[in-house]
């Protein structure tokens, strides 16, 4: 049972990215999905997660450039980033909550967790 998330690297600002997290174990059907970051000497901070009926939320920091999805027939969830800056650079990471409705945008609710995937946004 693991969340695995992919996608990472590095980009200019302004540029695109597009991170996968992929769950192996276990189906994502039921969960909501959350997508997290952590730059260094900060806290984890949550930027969007989308319920187990689709509905989305974005922290105000990501709104407007990063549209979160999920596709259940893959066991998995997206997060699409547009218009990077520096200030997204950070270790971003997958999670699932298994309340699945409502999205709560805090880690204390997301019970499985990926690694992590390194996003950095220099020119």
């Known amino acids: 049972v693991q969340l695995q998330a992919s996608g990472g690297g590095l980009v200019q600002p302004g540029g695109s990215l597009r991170l996968s997290c992929t769950a192996s174990?276990?189906?994502?059907?039921?969960?909501?999905f959350g997508w997290f970051r952590q730059a260094p000497g900060k806290e984890r901070e949550g930027i969007s997660c989308?319920?187990?009926?689709?509905?989305?939320e974005y922290a105000d920091s990501v709104k407007g450039r990063f549209t979160i999805s999920r596709d259940n027939s893959m066991n998995s969830g997206y997060l699409q980033m547009n218009s990077l800056k520096p200030e997204d650079t950070a270790v971003y990471y997958c999670?699932?909550?298994?309340?699945?409705?409502?999205?709560?945008?805090?880690?204390?609710?997301?019970?499985?967790w990926g690694p992590g995937t390194l996003v950095t946004v220099s020119s």
């Open positions: 989308i319920t187990s009926d689709g509905n989305e």
């Open positions: 999670a699932t909550d298994p309340s699945g409705i409502p999205c709560r945008l805090r880690a204390a609710y997301f019970t499985r």
């Open positions: 174990g276990f189906s994502v059907n039921k969960y909501a």
